[in-house]
């Protein structure tokens, strides 16, 4: 294929996770287009996770829910600017990942005289995308995997093949940053350290924080570890309770950012959480993962790859601590088992 666009915008309007799991498709364009400057349109959690990939050479920065939510003057204000911005930059190739009729339009009002857009019934404005061949339509969007369906809107640039795992390095100074945490903390001398994240985007989703508590304390007593607490600004409302329920030794990681987070994953042994965007990026950095999901949850956004262990109930309250805790020691003494499945 002969075409060779050189400024490219990609629009990844995902949540956290959504864009972790985006880093495939990523890696793609960036592969494909060796030559091109790359720009990756984002939410600013996920601008910290394209910053870390080293997939793009910019950001566009764009809090989405506040020009959605915000008020209407202020917001049509913000999306003038936003697009005038877009248009300066002169883009000759947009690529839609997510494409949502915003997304869509935003790329349209680009200017860009090529538009690759992922096809979605009834969330994508198609008539505004005009690359040729097509990809492919989105269906069965609870089974396909997120990956698999961002991938997909690259077949017609002759992508094929590519590494279906998020991969992410960390950076040497938030690996100095972590490294004097866990100094001060006494949590660097050799003690396996096992991360917990009790929070989720929706409470239906969180295990009970008791639970988690009960865990910590099992492997605090029992395997010798280091229990560290992963909590974002939606869960800070939990430190007292974690610093009365945990045991006296965890500690509780609540201001770092992104690229703090994943450095300070790279370093445990096991990675316990729900269904979070956390989650996706311990798996990215190579930690192996013990994920807690209820049935209901598509399989279409579970980590990728053979260390993992992933627990289903009927609701996550059924979850068990003994079922949490099997898995995480199966990981720990580096035994690989089939998925679990609570009653």
Same mark, same amino acid.
């Given at each position: 294929?002969?075409?060779?666009?050189?400024?490219?915008?990609?629009?990844?309007?995902?949540?956290?996770?959504?864009?972790?799991?985006?880093?495939?498709?990523?890696?793609?364009?960036?592969? !494909?287009?060796?030559?091109?400057?790359? +720009?990756?349109?984002?939410?600013?959690?996920?601008?910290?996770?394209?910053?870390?990939?080293?997939?793009?050479?910019?950001?566009?920065?764009?809090?989405?829910?506040?020009?959605?939510?915000?008020?209407?003057?202020?917001?049509?204000?913000?999306?003038?600017?936003?697009?005038?911005?877009?248009?300066?930059?002169?883009?000759?190739?947009?690529?839609?990942?997510?494409?949502?009729?915003?997304?869509?339009?935003?790329?349209?009002?680009?200017?860009?005289?090529? !538009?690759?857009?992922?096809?979605?019934?009834?969330?994508?404005?198609?008539?505004?995308?005009?690359?040729?061949?097509?990809?492919?339509?989105?269906?069965?969007?609870?089974?396909?995997?997120?990956?698999?369906?961002?991938?997909?809107?690259?077949?017609?640039?002759?992508?094929?093949?590519?590494?279906?795992?998020?991969?992410?390095?960390?950076?040497?100074?938030?690996?100095?940053?972590?490294?004097?945490?866990?100094?001060?903390?006494?949590?660097?001398?050799? +003690?396996?350290?096992?991360?917990?994240?009790?929070?989720?985007?929706?409470?239906?989703?969180?295990?009970?924080?008791?639970?988690? #508590?009960?865990?910590?304390?099992?492997?605090?007593?029992?395997?010798?570890? !280091?229990?560290?607490?992963?909590?974002?600004?939606?869960?800070?409302?939990? %430190?007292?309770?974690?610093? !009365?329920?945990?045991?006296?030794?965890?500690?509780?990681?609540?201001?770092?950012?992104?690229?703090?987070?994943?450095?300070?994953?790279?370093?445990? #042994?096991?990675?316990?959480?729900?269904?979070?965007?956390?989650?996706?990026?311990?798996?990215?950095?190579?930690?192996? %993962? %013990?994920?807690?999901?209820?049935?209901?949850?598509?399989?279409?956004?579970?980590?990728?790859?053979?260390?993992?262990?992933?627990?289903?109930?009927?609701?996550?309250?059924? %979850? +068990?601590?003994?079922?949490?805790?099997?898995? #995480?020691?199966?990981?720990?003494?580096?035994?690989?088992?089939?998925?679990?499945?609570?009653?």
């Amino acid at each position: 294929m002969s075409f060779d666009p050189r400024n490219i915008l990609v629009i990844d309007f995902g949540q956290l996770g959504d864009v972790v799991l985006s880093l495939p498709a990523l890696h793609g364009i960036r592969e !494909r287009f060796p030559k091109a400057a790359i +720009t990756v349109a984002v939410g600013k959690p996920g601008a910290e996770v394209v910053e870390l990939s080293g997939y793009a050479d910019s950001t566009l920065m764009i809090d989405r829910v506040a020009l959605r939510d915000g008020p209407k003057l202020v917001s049509l204000t913000r999306i003038a600017r936003l697009v005038q911005g877009v248009r300066r930059s002169q883009f000759d190739f947009v690529i839609d990942l997510h494409s949502l009729s915003e997304t869509n339009l935003l790329g349209f009002l680009s200017g860009a005289p090529k !538009r690759l857009y992922s096809r979605r019934p009834t969330r994508s404005l198609d008539f505004l995308a005009n690359f040729h061949p097509r990809p492919p339509l989105e269906v069965d969007h609870r089974r396909r995997h997120l990956i698999d369906r961002y991938l997909d809107v690259l077949i017609p640039l002759g992508v094929k093949d590519a590494d279906r795992l998020p991969h992410l390095k960390t950076r040497a100074a938030d690996d100095a940053a972590i490294e004097k945490i866990l100094k001060q903390a006494e949590a660097d001398v050799g +003690t396996p350290l096992v991360g917990l994240f009790p929070g989720a985007g929706h409470p239906s989703r969180r295990w009970p924080l008791e639970r988690f #508590a009960e865990l910590a304390d099992f492997l605090a007593r029992n395997d010798q570890v !280091r229990i560290l607490v992963f909590l974002g600004p939606e869960e800070r409302a939990f %430190v007292q309770d974690i610093r !009365r329920r945990f045991p006296p030794s965890t500690l509780i990681l609540d201001k770092l950012t992104i690229p703090q987070v994943a450095a300070a994953q790279a370093r445990l #042994a096991v990675f316990v959480s729900n269904d979070t965007g956390p989650m996706h990026i311990a798996s990215a950095v190579g930690t192996p %993962v %013990v994920l807690l999901l209820d049935k209901r949850a598509p399989q279409s956004y579970l980590p990728q790859g053979d260390r993992h262990q992933i627990i289903y109930s009927s609701a996550i309250n059924d %979850v +068990t601590v003994e079922e949490v805790y099997t898995a #995480a020691r199966t990981v720990l003494t580096g035994n690989r088992s089939a998925t679990l499945f609570a009653s």
